[in-house]
């Protein structure tokens, strides 16, 4: 099975700078009042209630279906894009509900947290596994699944740890009064 590992790293950069973007974005439409997500932050502040195995297995299941989308071929990259666009977004709006310019930190605590490394190498892994295959059927090329399949599988277990470590962090952001 080979990869490509710079093209792998060119997505897994992409997909940092995507969400970087967003996320500008995001604070920037919070600031002039076109966006509000406030009952989203919400619902989401409540995953620190309760961490546990119920917590991985939401954050499981919700990456998941992204990760789904995403390696299909063709419409993958829409997913891809829309799904880094959100998450940016949300975060833009997080930090400028904080009132200050707080992107590097929200962005710190999203990206660069170790679930988040995780969770954008699936997600990186993902994509290049959807535009290898798009490709692939496109230039009429032999298609292999098995190796579709074994970089889907890759990208799932790769989310599952991610979930694990994200719940992980939830404790410590709950016991520290976050």
């Known amino acids: 099975m080979d990869v490509n590992p710079r093209r792998l790293l060119l997505y897994y950069a992409l997909t940092f700078a995507i969400l970087l973007v967003a996320e500008v974005i995001g604070y920037g439409l919070t600031e002039y009042g076109l966006l509000d997500l406030g009952g989203l932050i919400s619902s989401l502040k409540s995953l620190t209630l309760s961490v546990g195995l119920n917590t991985v297995i939401l954050i499981f299941s919700h990456n998941a279906i992204i990760n789904l989308a995403i390696n299909i071929p063709f419409i993958g990259l829409l997913a891809y894009i829309f799904s880094m666009g959100e998450t940016g977004l949300l975060l833009g709006y997080a930090a400028a509900s904080r009132g200050i310019l707080a992107i590097p930190v929200t962005y710190a605590l999203t990206a660069l947290m170790p679930h988040g490394w995780l969770e954008l190498m699936a997600y990186s892994i993902s994509i290049y596994n959807s535009m290898d295959l ?39 952001i709950r016991e520290i009064g976050l």
């Open 134 to 172: 798009s490709s692939a059927m496109t230039r009429h090329e032999p298609i292999s699944l098995r190796r579709w399949l074994i970089l889907l599988i890759i990208s799932m277990i790769v989310l599952l740890i991610a979930a694990a470590v994200e719940t992980g962090e939830l404790m410590v």
